[in-house]
């Protein structure tokens, strides 16, 4: 069934309390006692709706009195009780769970040596009957009972209130929450697990103890993460003002998890790959991945539970706003530059894919079918740059003026980005009328420049326009108000000012693209300006300027903004790249070659920076420039572009590929990077020198090294490959995480047949099929191997919709994503199209979950 967003209306009852116990044995049983109010507006005979499923119901009871079946109505998932109920009154209800076979992994189920939960978006329904709604708050109090022995840590939400002993070698814990929360808030953990403690002391003085749960042996691997949450925690009562709200913060690392994390009241819930680190087993990518998830969970205490969403529509009122947070984080702590680069690159490689796709939604949806499948990257990502965008227009202080507002405003209860923008307004004093429209709008609108300059005359004139293209059900779209930044050079690369000229151009480097067009002239310009249009990637639209090669180059060497200077070079990689793709080489690559040879001799300090200069595009990225898309010429054309530059650079990269300390330390994790990156440049060229090299480094205890030399031999047929994957798989076979990295190698590897492999590796001996393990091997092969996922006889395509259609019974969520792979078949160059077509047309007769099956509909539809 599909929900409507203009359906929306507020809850008849409101749960006060919550009292929850959990009776811990073979089975689960769990008796929830709630004290229900009617709500103001509601009609007397308003029925109570509650949701639920997967359960067993043993009892149900109003005020001690079992509810009688004639005044029940129920299907698979809900219950409405229709008897004449009090203004106040209890519920209980009791009910009996199964967590070792809910392979959902939502609800409460098994995760090795533990039962733990996942509620968001609607899992708390799968533990009791309830409201599964986030509108309606509570206060929560939790009872669990375990055997001592097998399940002696016992957690839930807020304070531990009370512990002790119970028959027969069992033993209890009682939690209160003091803080209202939605039922997708609730967390609960019982298991056998080693902690590591510490404590942080907040701005105010009051002192958090700071507890992380993890599998024995691992406390090892904590620190990193504890690290980040205290510079998390600091970090937010210095930019935002915002103190942590209880006396303890728990973090739970679970081997099986469907997602990154979880940010429940008190006691988040994470997949182990975003806690656990150590240098042996985690690349400084891990290191960075998990101190900025550990920072968005702790984030979401203020954007997301103190002040949460109304309903699921609003969705990236709390994870755009998380996610932008997140983002400035690691920005001050690790650099801008390269963070900006990282954002955009994902962005435009997830996002703008998915809004060109049939799933295209807007960042505050219209419907859903499955909430599940709109935890994306346009609610997440795209949502981070529309409140990015707002604060470019506000400025930074207004700016966080209006979030200190929205959360005073709206502290404790349920919210909507209406709100969200109504405080902005309030704050500013600005209108943002025409700026909602980025949040109710699908598609990436495209911004056309052109330039004219005129010699004698001396002006210099920009016509610009936008248009946004139609998605599946929404053919007319408005402009947008698209915030410009800009700077302008002369050929030598030195910065020409030219004034503001409000309205449309409100700062000297600024533009404000309201309108679907627009002209600005600028007098008195002695010189042709080299511009730079979207420095920092200031909009999340697609940018199309004439530039020249000689344009591009000047603008790789001289612009100061490190985002301009990335995508200066990543447009004369796609120059190249696209020549390449029909024909020799050319001008194009032979710019882009020059290009790199003077960057190679410049000096640079921010060897991150420069690592991300020289990197290639993905295949995934060229994907999203190439219609139709032929996966198989695309790879080809991507190695001889690598072969290219390797030849060109030669003398460079053997430099970088050389200096690879093991050390930590940020001016280290630059000079790794960049050693990766020439490794696999000069793998290329398959001298034995760099392929020996690579082998003997395989075998560091510096996993950044490790892993970076087997990416760069990794497309390679060699005996060094051979031998450095075969030492990494006996090194690394009882550690799951970094098994993970060697899936994904294969996966992910040019050489030979990939269908076969991938298809060998689900029945490898070491392969289980874990959440984490599964995206590392399908995830990869269908994202990242696109010779072998888009292989002409259709085999790719059937191998992976073979594995969504078994993942859709055990656990849909998984499934759907790996569904994202079947949905693109209308941009496949010819036979391909086709094949993919009738791979869709027979799984979607064969799924169940509503997750597969309506990403299925929408591709074959629209
Ligand atoms: N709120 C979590 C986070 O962003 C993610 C929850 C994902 N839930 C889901 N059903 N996909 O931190
Ligand atoms: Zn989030």
Not at 86 to 95: D, E, G, I, K
Not at 362 to 368: F, I, N
Not at 639 to 668: C, F, M, Y
Not at 740 to 755: E, H, M, P, R, T
Request: glycine share 8%; proline share 5%.
């Amino acid at each position: 069934v599909e929900v409507f967003r203009k359906d929306y209306r507020a809850p008849d009852y409101a749960v006060e309390n919550v009292d929850l116990d959990f009776d811990v044995r073979d089975r689960t049983t769990v008796v929830s006692v709630l004290r229900i109010r009617r709500n103001g507006q509601a009609r007397a005979d308003a029925p109570l709706h509650l949701d639920g499923r997967g359960f067993e119901l043993l009892e149900l009871a109003i005020d001690g009195l079992a509810v009688a079946e004639a005044n029940v109505e129920r299907d698979d998932e809900r219950l409405l009780i229709k008897q004449a109920l009090p203004q106040a009154f209890s519920l209980r209800v009791v009910t009996r769970l199964d967590p070792d076979s809910n392979h959902s992994l939502e609800g409460l189920y098994r995760s090795g040596p533990m039962l733990c939960t996942q509620c968001e978006a609607r899992g708390f329904s799968r533990i009791t009957y309830f409201p599964d709604r986030p509108d309606v708050l509570s206060r929560f109090k939790v009872r669990i009972e375990a055997d001592a022995q097998r399940y002696p840590v016992l957690l839930s939400n807020g304070n531990r209130v009370e512990a002790g002993e119970a028959a027969d070698g069992r033993h209890y814990a009682i939690w209160e929450d003091p803080f209202l929360k939605p039922c997708y808030l609730f967390a609960l953990v019982a298991g056998d697990l080693g902690c590591v403690s510490d404590t942080y002391t907040t701005a105010s003085g009051r002192e958090v103890a700071l507890q992380f749960y993890v599998d024995k042996g691992n406390e090892g691997r904590v620190p990193h993460a504890l690290e980040s949450l205290k510079k998390a925690m600091r970090w937010d009562e210095q930019v935002y003002g915002l103190e942590y709200d209880l006396d303890i913060y728990m973090v739970v690392a679970a081997r099986e998890f469907n997602m990154g994390a979880m940010e429940n009241k008190g006691l988040n819930l994470f997949n182990a790959r975003f806690v656990l680190a150590s240098p042996d087993t985690a690349t400084d990518a891990d290191y960075e991945g998990i101190e900025s998830v550990i920072a968005h969970e702790y984030f979401h205490n203020w954007t997301g539970n103190r002040v949460t969403c109304r309903d699921w529509f609003q969705l990236s009122l709390k994870e755009g706003l998380t996610v932008f947070r997140d983002q400035n984080f690691s920005a001050d702590l690790n650099g801008a530059d390269v963070q900006r680069i990282g954002e955009v690159r994902q962005l435009r490689t997830l996002q703008f894919a998915e809004d060109a796709g049939p799933m295209a939604h807007p960042v505050r949806p219209d419907s859903y079918v499955e909430i599940n499948n709109f935890y994306t990257a346009t609610v997440y990502e795209k949502g981070a740059e529309i409140v990015r965008m707002l604060q470019t227009l506000l400025g930074r202080e207004t700016f966080i003026k209006g979030v200190q507002h929205y959360l005073r405003e709206h502290d404790g209860s349920a919210a909507t980005i209406e709100d969200f923008l109504a405080a902005h307004e309030a704050v500013s004093g600005r209108n943002l009328e025409g700026f909602r429209r980025w949040y109710s709008q699908a598609g990436t609108p495209t911004v056309g420049i052109d330039d004219e300059y005129h010699l004698l005359a001396h002006t210099y004139t920009l016509h610009l326009e936008q248009s946004t293209p139609a998605t599946p059900g929404a053919p007319d779209k408005k402009p947008v108000p698209i915030p410009i930044r800009v700077a302008f050079f002369d050929g030598e690369g030195q910065r020409i000012h030219l004034p503001a000229q409000p309205p449309l151009m409100p700062a000297p480097d600024l533009i404000l693209l309201e309108d679907a067009q627009a002209t600005i002239t600028f007098e008195d310009v002695k010189v042709r300006p080299t511009p730079s249009f979207l420095q920092g990637f200031s909009a999340p639209v697609r940018l199309q300027f004439g530039y020249s090669s000689d344009q591009l180059v000047n603008l790789l060497l001289h612009e100061s903004d490190g985002f301009a200077r990335w995508e200066a070079v990543q447009r004369l990689m796609l120059n190249a790249f696209f020549e390449l793709l029909s024909g020799p080489a050319g001008d194009d690559t032979q710019a882009l070659l020059k290009g790199l040879q003077l960057l190679a001799a410049q000096h640079f300090d921010d060897k991150a920076l420069l690592a991300e200069l020289l990197r290639m595009p993905s295949e995934s990225y060229l994907a999203g420039q190439l219609q139709p898309l032929d996966g198989e010429k695309l790879a080809a054309a991507r190695d001889a572009l690598r072969l290219r530059i390797a030849h060109a650079l030669t003398g460079p990269l053997s430099v970088w590929a050389t200096a690879a300390p093991e050390d930590q330390g940020a001016i280290n994790v630059g000079r790794r990077a960049l050693a990766g990156i020439a490794s696999g440049y000069l793998a290329a060229t398959r001298s034995t020198r760099i392929l020996d090299l690579c082998r003997d480094r395989a075998g560091s205890d510096n996993m950044t090294l490790s892993y970076g030399a087997l990416v760069a031999l990794n497309d390679i047929d060699c005996p060094q490959r051979e031998d450095a994957m075969a030492a990494f798989l006996s090194r690394w076979r009882h550690d799951a995480l970094v098994l993970d990295k060697w899936f994904a190698l294969q996966a992910g590897s040019a050489i030979g047949n990939g269908v076969e492999r991938t298809a060998e590796l689900l029945g490898h001996p070491d392969y289980v099929a874990s959440p984490n393990r599964i995206r590392s091997v399908l995830g990869t092969f269908w994202r990242e191997n696109l010779r072998a996922y888009h292989r002409a006889d259709g085999s790719g395509y059937r191998l992976l919709a073979e594995q969504v259609l078994k993942l859709d019974k055990s656990n849909p969520q998984i499934a759907s994503r790996l569904a994202d792979g079947l949905l693109g078949w209308r941009g496949l160059a010819a036979p391909r199209d086709e094949l993919l077509r009738a791979v869709l047309q027979r799984l979607v007769q064969q799924v169940a979950s509503p997750d597969v099956s309506e990403k299925i509909h929408k591709a074959l539809a629209g």
